[in-house]
């Protein structure tokens, strides 16, 4: 049996229904998907209690997960839904140009 492709998904997680389905779609496609934890945009029940330095902190640790993902993957997958990228995904793009992960983009119109 063939090793199965790792994938991470990245984009805004403004685009979470974007993540859920290409999270599905990579899947059915025999890909192992690494994708968000968590989303501070909608998780604000978990969140909302945080003070802003604790708030950062979280951030700063989950940005840092998300960069081990991509250090662990064959490839990334830029959801860059109606051709936006943000900084942080911008970030990991070059992070994972940088260490010579495949990228691939939702939309290739770029």
């Not at 059915?28 to 909608?42: A, E, H, M, P, S």
């Amino acid at each position: 049996m063939k090793k199965p492709t790792i994938v991470t998904l990245c984009g805004s997680t403004r685009f979470k229904d974007e993540f859920a389905k290409q999270q599905l779609n990579e899947t059915l496609n025999g890909k192992i998907v690494l994708t968000i934890g968590c989303n501070l945009r909608d998780d604000n029940e978990l969140f909302k209690n945080l003070l802003p330095e604790e708030l950062r902190k979280l951030k700063a640790i989950l940005d840092v997960l998300h960069f081990r993902k991509i250090m662990i993957s064959d490839e990334i997958l830029v959801l860059n839904v109606n051709n936006y990228i943000g900084e942080s995904t911008e970030r990991e793009i070059e992070f994972a140009n940088s260490i010579g992960v495949k990228i691939r983009y939702l939309l290739n119109e770029i």
